[in-house]
């Protein structure tokens, strides 16, 4: 049972590059929602998804991107990578909104020069 | 808006000391109450949570109740353990048509031999 997954682990960008970071899960969760983790800011949250085609912002969106055509995939897409972008990136799933815990991958270190 | 607040880290500690992360929060309705813990390294695991008032939370030895009066969850372990160092976050969710969660910022604890 490999839960959810996140690829890649760590990667570099140039300012302005585009990128798509990958979120899968095989529990057959219907909510989804991406993290960003900040030192001395806990994690806050990007976007998120409660079911295949719907999708709506959290408390940090702007400059991210985000789809969900299935209900495993949920990938996360910066558009123009910028410094204050560099962080570790965190996808999560649960049953449903209201129904946590929810489950947490490993994560993505992005840096952005 | 909801929020929590959780005491600074870092906290180090002897091995067999006792612990306590203070957490508190702010929620409009009635939230459920979690702590995740973060290994190094790792995403998030749920380590317990608490879904009404007075409702005790526990797992691995670690406790945690619900107080409404005082809008509390703080975090004890009566004996920690090296393996025990860790990121420690509290969060909280509101049902309905919030339900997303909540962080605080979070407590980095190590624990010393």
Request: charged share 15%; net charge neutral; glycine share 10%.
């Amino acid at each position: 049972n490999a839960g959810v997954t996140q690829t890649p682990k760590f990667q570099v960008l140039k300012t302005g590059q585009s990128m798509t970071l990958q979120c899968a899960q095989d529990m057959n969760h219907e909510y989804m929602s991406w993290y960003r983790q900040d030192p001395g800011m806990g994690l806050r949250l990007i976007h998120y998804s409660v079911g295949a085609g719907i999708t709506d912002q959290g408390e940090v969106p702007n400059g991210y991107n985000v789809s969900r055509s299935t209900t495993e995939d949920f990938p996360l897409r910066l558009l123009s990578a910028a410094p204050s972008q560099t962080s570790v990136y965190f996808c999560a799933s649960s049953y449903s909104r209201s129904n946590q815990p929810q489950h947490f991958g490993d994560g993505t270190r992005l840096s952005i020069l | 808006g909801d929020s929590v607040t959780q005491m600074e880290g870092p906290v180090t500690l002897s091995e067999e000391a006792f612990l306590t992360i203070n957490c508190t929060y702010t929620a409009t309705g009635y939230p459920s109450l979690f702590w995740y813990v973060q290994y190094p390294g790792e995403g998030l695991q749920l380590l317990l949570k608490a879904t009404k008032a007075d409702d005790k939370g526990s797992n691995k030895g670690f406790e945690a109740t619900y107080r409404k009066e005082t809008t509390s969850f703080h975090l004890e372990k009566g004996s920690v353990q090296v393996s025990d160092s860790a990121v420690y976050f509290c969060a909280l969710t509101v049902g309905g048509s919030q339900g997303n969660l909540i962080f605080g910022k979070g407590t980095k604890l190590s624990v010393k031999p």
